[in-house]
């Protein structure tokens, strides 16, 4: 059992240790080096300022996740897509808690005005990543081949999408 909630300004630590484990040992993140704690706090005070969400999955006490989303580029036109982000600690893969985080930053970041959530996949491979994205309504919208090279290997991006809300069926102001 895990409970969903905001992340706080104790839980970076624990989420840098996630996410630099995907930094150093996969192809699921882009990023070469490990980005300090200090970054990591950055980059949520960043999506926070946003009024987006960054939500955390905690086991008895301990942070076993988290997911995020922020505008899909810095432009004031994307301000109502989002990519986003979900990581869990290696030892808790595959026990169906990505479907419970995900299916929760959706509602949060609908109830902030998002219509539309994308997926950037590194690495076709990530079938895991891929199944959840799936299993929770994104659709396969393209694939940029060989756009990124990590551990001597050129790396493709799949993007996924799933509008969310009213989706662009209705104008924002609505």
Same mark, same amino acid.
């Given at each position: 059992?895990?409970?969903?909630?905001?992340?706080?300004?104790?839980?970076?630590?624990?989420?840098?240790?996630?996410?630099?484990?995907?930094?150093?040992?996969?192809?699921?993140?882009?990023?070469?080096?490990?980005?300090?704690?200090?970054?990591?706090?950055?980059?949520?005070?960043?999506?926070?300022?946003?009024?987006?969400?960054?939500?955390?999955?905690?086991?008895?006490?301990?942070?076993?996740?988290?997911?995020?989303?922020?505008?899909?580029?810095?432009?004031?036109?994307?301000?109502?897509?989002?990519?986003?982000?979900?990581?869990?600690?290696?030892?808790? *893969? +595959?026990?169906? %808690?990505? !479907?419970? $985080?995900?299916?929760? &930053?959706?509602? @949060?970041?609908?109830? #902030? =005005?998002?219509?539309?959530?994308?997926?950037?996949?590194?690495?076709?491979?990530?079938?895991?990543?891929?199944?959840?994205?799936?299993?929770?309504?994104?659709?396969?919208?393209?694939?940029?081949?060989? *756009? +990124?090279?990590? %551990?001597? !290997?050129? $790396?493709?991006?799949? &993007?996924?999408? @799933?509008?969310?809300? #009213? =989706?662009?069926?209705?104008?924002?102001?609505?």
């Amino acid at each position: 059992m895990i409970t969903i909630r905001p992340s706080r300004d104790d839980d970076i630590v624990r989420i840098t240790e996630i996410y630099s484990y995907y930094v150093l040992n996969t192809t699921y993140t882009f990023e070469i080096e490990a980005p300090s704690i200090e970054e990591m706090a950055n980059r949520r005070r960043d999506v926070l300022n946003k009024h987006l969400p960054y939500l955390v999955a905690e086991q008895d006490g301990l942070v076993v996740g988290y997911a995020s989303c922020n505008w899909f580029k810095p432009r004031a036109a994307y301000r109502f897509a989002t990519e986003l982000s979900i990581f869990f600690h290696k030892d808790a *893969c +595959g026990q169906g %808690f990505g !479907r419970q $985080l995900l299916s929760a &930053l959706i509602a @949060k970041a609908e109830l #902030e =005005g998002i219509r539309k959530m994308i997926a950037v996949i590194g690495d076709c491979l990530n079938e895991r990543s891929v199944a959840l994205h799936r299993f929770l309504g994104f659709s396969h919208v393209g694939t940029f081949k060989s *756009c +990124g090279w990590k %551990f001597n !290997r050129w $790396l493709d991006v799949f &993007l996924m999408e @799933k509008n969310i809300g #009213e =989706g662009d069926t209705t104008s924002p102001d609505n």
